[in-house]
């Protein structure tokens, strides 16, 4: 089992950066595909960005393209998710989750392991 927490949400003002961390225990995630997603009240959980199991390859969602960067550091079992240029619209409960096959996906059901989420707010 896989256990990830987590970390860094907050109140941040628009056009202000947070980083939000995963840390992960119980097992390696080495070899385990990261992935961000998130979810705004009354909405469903929606996929922001993903990370292969090396970090050579990510994809995002086009809504944070160009704004979010995940990133990961296997020696210390963690994922992070570096949000800059910070909108209100992407005010939500982000979560990380991982995908045992080490495989780039969008989609939620691939994902094995989920963490409890870390509440953002963007104030205009």
């Known amino acids: 089992q896989v256990q990830l927490a987590e970390s860094g949400g907050g109140l941040v003002q628009a056009g202000g950066s947070l980083r939000l961390s995963c840390a992960a225990s119980g097992r390696t995630i080495s070899t385990y595909a990261m992935g961000w997603f998130r979810q705004a009240p009354g909405k469903e959980r929606e996929f922001v960005g993903v990370?292969?199991?090396?970090?050579?390859?990510?994809y995002y969602a086009a809504s944070v393209k160009g704004r979010f960067t995940i990133s990961r550091d296997n020696a210390k079992n963690t994922v992070y998710l570096q949000m800059n240029s910070l909108k209100p619209e992407d005010t939500a409960v982000y979560y990380c989750?991982?995908?045992?096959?080490?495989?780039?996906?969008?989609?939620?059901?691939?994902?094995?392991?989920w963490g409890q989420g870390t509440q953002v707010t963007v104030s205009s």
């Open positions: 990370i292969n199991w090396t970090g050579g390859r990510t």
């Open positions: 989750a991982a995908d045992t096959t080490g495989r780039i996906t969008t989609t939620l059901v691939e994902y094995d392991y």
